[in-house]
């Protein structure tokens, strides 16, 4: 058990209680009984058990993104789910990007690998044991905990002591190289033994790292009613908040075909193969522009690395620079921010996601969502997202810029192919990657654990 010491709460999440008939207009009455019936037996299972989330922050990224959406459903249908989130020194968080780079298996940069990760064992141990102590403060001993990626993989053996059912949920897909993956999967270890189960995004995602015991899948699914995914009315508006983005180099002209990647500055999204793809790859003739998009990374010493490297790319090419345009989104106004990506994926002309790790990549199935052809990498739940050459056109691997390129030219010069392949990409996520699958997938999940 923790030591002893100050018992203040972690910070929680205000989840609201929302009904599942919102989504009935676009899945149908009869997806959302059997959602109600798998939520009806978790329900009675857990007979009154509260139901704990855990993650490293309420706001950025994927999985705060999923919690807000998934999370005030099961509220909505009576069970009590919570919310709460860990609090970690700048130091901490540095030491966790690093682990995060090791275990996608994706060096810090192409000339450097990041430190052993045994070397921040002692920092990440007092930031569990504070995190533990404070939640336990609150959480009930028979609960049931879901901690979120490997910022909270140290808090398992506490809660598990406690008397807690204690899950580990993993956003993170198999690592590019598995060899350099395996010194940060051997740091958690020591963690995630203790866990009474998994849950991952995809069949595989954790084959590199953890010990034997049951491992759920938990397909990610996106919330079609958020500002970030619901129609534009009237048309115009994408045009309005398009003219808000603050570009710092070139024009765009009105008309001009858009290729576009919406990710975080993160070295696994590989923006700089990105940069060098467009440029070298694609023909000019097309007249494109490529948009590299996301949030403002002032105050994220890892982020303005990375986005120094992709100016750096750029400027290696003087005569292309006027088509590549790197676009940071304040994050200040979450619905503002949401909107503007909205607005951004609609106007494009095709999407990418040149990842090269990922553990689900649900900017494919936004983009898809919104009737925009895809291309991306085979890798992570970006496989379940797309079938090649039917809703979407996936690489050969994740290093293939000519690849990039050469699907590209062909969704530019072939408009009535890259409409049918949006098309057909829009009904694929309507069937499996909305928030009703989401909620069902934890659902039985929960009533299975219970």
Not at 89 to 94: I, M, N, P, Y
Not at 382 to 404: K, N, V
Request: aromatic residues 4%; charged residues 25%.
């Amino acid at each position: 058990m923790p030591p002893p010491g100050p018992t203040a709460p972690l910070p929680e999440v205000l989840l609201p209680a929302t009904p599942l008939s919102r989504l009935e207009h676009l899945v149908g009455a009869r997806r959302l009984a059997e959602v109600r019936d798998a939520l009806r037996a978790a329900r009675t299972r857990l007979a009154g058990r509260e139901v704990w989330h855990v993650s490293d922050n309420p706001t950025r990224g994927g999985v705060a993104e999923l919690l807000r959406t998934t999370l005030p459903h099961l509220r909505g249908e009576g069970i009590d789910t919570r919310w709460a989130t860990i609090e970690g020194s700048r130091e901490f968080r540095a030491f966790t990007k690093a682990l995060y780079y090791r275990l996608c298996g994706v060096a810090a940069r192409d000339h450097e690998d990041v430190p052993d990760p045994e070397s921040g064992r002692d920092l990440y141990e007092q930031v569990s044991r504070a995190a533990a102590r404070r939640l336990l403060g609150v959480v009930r001993r028979s609960s049931v905990v879901v901690l979120h990626d490997h910022q909270t993989a140290g808090l398992i053996p506490y809660l598990r002591e406690a008397g807690c059912v204690v899950l580990w949920q993993c956003h993170i897909g198999a690592p590019l190289d598995a060899e350099r993956a395996g010194p940060a999967w051997d740091f958690l270890r020591r963690y995630l033994s203790a866990a009474h189960g998994f849950i991952a995004s995809y069949d595989g995602a954790l084959s590199a790292g953890p010990p034997d015991v049951p491992i759920r899948i938990l397909t990610p699914s996106i919330n079609p009613l958020a500002p970030k995914n619901l129609l534009l009315r009237p048309a115009a508006e994408a045009s309005r908040l398009m003219a808000r983005i603050d570009r710092d180099t070139g024009s765009l002209p009105v008309g001009t075909p858009l290729v576009t990647q919406v990710s975080r500055w993160d070295r696994v999204k590989d923006i700089p193969g990105v940069i060098e793809a467009f440029t070298d790859h694609v023909d000019p003739g097309f007249g494109a522009h490529l948009l590299l998009v996301g949030p403002r990374a002032a105050g994220d010493p890892q982020a303005e690395r990375v986005l120094a490297e992709c100016r750096e790319a750029r400027e290696r090419r003087p005569n292309q620079r006027d088509r590549v345009h790197l676009v940071q989104i304040p994050t200040d106004q979450p619905t503002e921010h949401a909107l503007t990506i909205n607005a951004i994926q609609r106007c494009s002309t095709v999407v990418i996601q040149k990842s090269l790790a990922e553990g689900f990549g649900l900017t494919v199935s936004e983009a898809a969502w919104k009737g925009r052809p895809v291309v991306a990498s085979p890798v992570g739940g970006i496989r379940q997202q797309i079938e090649h050459g039917r809703s979407g056109l996936l690489l050969a691997h994740a290093r293939d810029l000519s690849g990039l390129g050469a699907a590209v030219g062909r969704l530019l010069a072939d408009p009535t192919y890259a409409r049918e392949l949006g098309e057909n990409g829009r009904r694929h996520v309507r069937g499996r990657f909305l928030t009703d699958s989401g909620v069902l997938g934890l659902a039985r999940i929960l009533s299975d654990v219970a």
